[in-house]
């Protein structure tokens, strides 16, 4: 028997972290969007009708991505480590 997957691709609008000042303000952006992130999901999830769930989301989604800023920069202010099980 072949196991069903659905897979969801979310585009979404997101919110960068450039003009945060500091570390602090760049992480709020980034938990509003893990907020929406997770309403997505759980969106997605209750739309499978029995089958296993994929959601991805695009690369840099979470924070923008660098405008200017050096490397460093970007690591420290924009840049986390997410949790693996």
Not at 13 to 18: E, P, S
Request: glycine share 8%; proline share 4%.
């Amino acid at each position: 028997m072949a196991l069903l997957w659905k897979a969801t691709a979310m585009q979404t609008n997101n919110v960068i972290v450039n003009a945060a000042k500091t570390r602090e303000e760049a992480m709020a952006i980034v938990n509003k969007s893990i907020d929406r992130w997770e309403e997505l999901i759980m969106w997605a999830a209750g739309r499978g009708g029995g089958m296993k769930n994929l959601v991805v989301f695009p690369e840099f989604n979470l924070q923008g991505f660098p405008l200017g800023e050096t490397a460093d920069e970007w690591i420290e202010k924009a840049c986390f480590q997410i949790p693996w099980m």
